[in-house]
């Protein structure tokens, strides 16, 4: 079969059973577009912004497992989607960006649209190509789709010269089945000598701690990690990218960990003797200060990436491996022995955690004239019966999301936790809600957040994708405040979002349903109401308290033992 | 503690900017960076010499590691090795100065590739400690210009870096 570079640049998609692609066409990728306007196999989404086709790109591939694929053109059209990437990148989601470049002779010469994409794409992709030829791009494919999706995830680029995709310039198509790379081979079994090590460690614990983070997701391993967690009877603690793969409302799970982690999570980190880390990489959200980290602990570390372990903490007993199979491993090590963790010890290490859960942290104090926002996440779980795909824009309600609604599933929880980029959380409801056509989605998000990419509300339009929206509103940057309140003074510097837009009018305008809701009695019927709208997408602007803070917090160089509650509980 | 990295790479376009990127995003240092091609036209041997902890070193090779370009590399001050670099000096050689130059370049093992009535350009291959003992020996008034080509090693034994 002989094809044109944009003729097989589709093919070489199908081959790798791409369904979806997110994009958004220009110069530089006009032959491709033809090509792609040709072709039934695979479908395209047009965003209204390059950086939108990476979040939702990013968003589709957290919600399903697959590989997210972008479609956008040089110069702008790059440097646009940079955002994204960065997104992807940090927390090591499969995605394969193609950039259409200037024609290869024009390269270098400042040509219109031009940059230097794999420059500036380089320290933001786990790896990047410009295709040399037109007889090399199916291969590069090829090992553009295996590096993303194989080791430790993550982006990469192939950037392509509009030249090697013109129309009737062809090469034969043979689509490579196997790839070869002798500089590229991601670990898989962990060592043997050191899960016997690091077993023998975990069954002599008295005061054991399992810390799993994004990497059990990632690596889909989220039954090893329960099979090894119920087997084991020890607490589990599971960082923001982590949610989900264990349950939380198992009694097992004592909640997220870190910055705005629980108090028994973060006093139990702080007094464990073994620290059991699956898939996690010691983020500094994670270890606060980290001479204070874990001052007792022996540290065994399960990582893909040889780079994460002795990174920023340092670990006793490293195993690099896929974390799903280091997991089975240990496991039936663990089931093939008598030793076990003497019961007395574990018990009276619950007890202690008992005693930190009794504090209570989370609770909040109820208002019967303003909206709290974790309230709203509260009924948000309970009107979604907990089982909604849930995106997030970065902030407090990013952080409420993660503390109010319980996961009990993976790959449900999806946000911009390494980054930290607002306006991820609509793009990426997109992504996910045309990957889940079936389930419900929901983005959490702020007023401010929102504003950043709120004009795919009409691609959510286009391609008929019913996502709820439920805006916090509370017409701040609220974690900008929350800093600014408590290290700054009560200077709040440009943290106020002032000349706010009618959400109800502009959902509205977009041909979606608004909704404004300013009573908390009406927050729950409103969510009801809304989510009975099955196929309409619904803005829900929940004007919320302007002073609630996220609570607990470890602030800037302090320790996981110097938690800040929420001052109602302080006294607890 | 300063450290000799050998590097087998992909020899590619962009390639050496993928390392020294990897440098500069990480705050690594870089004392020298040297990279040709090997007998096989598409690997290249790149050496670098950094300095850092033990923990940053370690870093610094698993981040190495860990660019898809990089086939393989090795710590040499981990093992016995040879280390080289060449250095080519023009120095004033004028009057009775020209003689103990002369002896110098003798002492050091050191060619002399060019003179002029006032200046000799002197070759010399050896460690950074033998390099810099020649400048310190032909003095700091004498030398008119430097050109150094950074380091570059091979493991003592049989054990090659090899992909």
């Known amino acids: 079969m002989e094809l044109s570079g944009g003729e097989l640049l589709m093919e070489a998609l199908k081959e790798e059973e791409v369904e979806l692609i997110f994009g958004y066409p220009g110069g530089a990728v006009l032959h491709i577009y033809d090509a792609l306007y040709q072709q039934n196999s695979v479908k395209h989404i047009l965003v209204r912004h390059e950086q939108s086709a990476t979040h939702a790109a990013d968003g589709y591939a957290r919600a399903t497992g697959k590989p997210g694929v972008v479609l956008v053109t040089s110069g702008p059209g790059a440097t646009n989607a940079v955002t994204g990437i960065a997104t992807a990148f940090m927390d090591s989601v499969p995605m394969v960006v193609i950039s259409g470049q200037v024609q290869s002779r024009f390269i270098g010469s400042d040509a219109f649209q031009e940059v230097d994409c794999v420059g500036i794409t380089r320290p933001c992709v786990k790896h990047n190509f410009l295709v040399d030829s037109l007889e090399n791009m199916a291969d590069t494919i090829k090992q553009a789709f295996h590096v993303a999706t194989t080791g430790r995830p993550g982006p990469v680029v192939i950037d392509i010269p509009k030249d090697f995709t013109t129309p009737g310039v062809t090469v034969p198509f043979n689509y490579p089945k196997t790839v070869e790379m002798r500089s590229y081979s991601p670990p898989t079994q962990g060592h043997p000598g050191q899960i016997r090590k690091a077993v023998d460690l975990i069954l002599s614990a008295k005061q054991p701690m399992i810390y799993s983070g994004g990497g059990v997701v990632l690596g889909n391993a989220s039954e090893q990690l329960r099979a090894f967690t119920r087997e084991l009877g020890y607490p589990i603690t599971q960082t923001l990218m982590g949610l989900g793969a264990y349950p939380a409302s198992d009694k097992q799970n004592i909640g997220m960990l870190g910055m705005h982690g629980t108090y028994e999570a973060n006093m139990g980190m702080h007094e464990c003797d073994v620290l059991i880390a699956i898939g996690a990489r010691f983020d500094d959200r994670v270890t606060g200060e980290v001479a204070s980290f874990c001052p007792n602990a022996k540290i065994v570390h399960v990582d893909i990436d040889p780079a994460s372990i002795s990174k920023n903490v340092t670990v006793d007993v490293p195993i690099v491996g896929d974390v799903g199979l280091v997991l089975d491993a240990m496991l039936e090590q663990i089931k093939a022995t008598e030793k076990r963790a003497d019961p007395a010890d574990i018990a009276n290490w619950w007890s202690k955690i008992k005693a930190w859960q009794a504090n209570k942290c989370l609770d909040f104090e109820l208002s019967d004239t303003l909206i709290k926002p974790q309230a709203v996440v509260e009924a948000l779980w309970r009107v979604t019966k907990g089982e909604a795909y849930i995106t997030s824009d970065v902030g407090q309600h990013q952080m409420w999301a993660a503390q109010y609604y319980g996961f009990d599933e993976p790959n449900r929880w999806i946000n911009s936790g390494g980054l930290g980029t607002m306006g991820f959380g609509l793009p990426a409801a997109l992504g996910v809600a045309l990957g889940k056509p079936d389930d419900v989605v929901a983005c959490i998000t702020g007023e401010a957040s929102i504003q950043m990419c709120i004009q795919e509300l009409s691609t959510c339009l286009q391609y008929n994708t019913p996502i709820k929206i439920i805006n916090l509103n509370n017409r701040y940057m609220g974690m900008v405040r929350q800093w600014q309140e408590f290290s700054y003074e009560k200077r709040y510097s440009h943290s106020y979002m002032d000349a706010l837009p009618d959400f109800v009018k502009l959902a509205e305008s977009y041909g979606h349903v608004g909704m404004n809701i300013e009573n908390p009695a009406d927050v729950e019927g409103a969510l009801e109401e809304a989510f009975a709208l099955k196929d309409r997408l619904v803005f829900m602007n929940f004007v919320t308290d302007q002073s609630e803070n996220v609570y607990p917090m470890i602030e800037a160089g302090k320790g996981h033992h110097e938690m800040r509650l929420n001052p109602a509980r302080e006294l607890a | ?163």
Do not use: W
């Open chain 2, 1 to 163: 503690m300063r450290h000799v990295i050998s590097i087998l790479m992909e020899n590619e376009s962009g390639a050496l900017s993928r390392v020294a990127g990897l440098f500069s995003a990480r705050g690594y240092n870089i004392e020298s960076l040297t990279v040709a091609p090997t007998d096989d036209p598409t690997l290249s041997r790149m050496t670098i010499v950094t300095t850092g902890t033990d923990r940053v070193v370690e870093q610094i090779i698993k981040q190495l590691n860990k660019l898809v370009s990089v086939a393989k590399l090795t710590d040499l001050t981990e093992v016995p090795f040879i280390e080289r670099e060449i250095m080519l000096v023009k120095v004033r050689a004028v009057d009775s100065g020209r003689e103990e130059i002369k002896r110098l370049c003798d002492i050091f093992r050191g060619k002399i590739l060019d003179v002029t009535d006032v200046s000799y350009v002197v070759e010399l291959t050896g460690d950074d400690h033998k390099l810099r003992a020649f400048l310190d020996a032909v003095g700091v008034d004498n030398v008119i210009e430097v050109a150094r080509s950074g380091a570059t090693g091979i493991a003592r034994g049989d054990k090659s870096l090899k992909v």
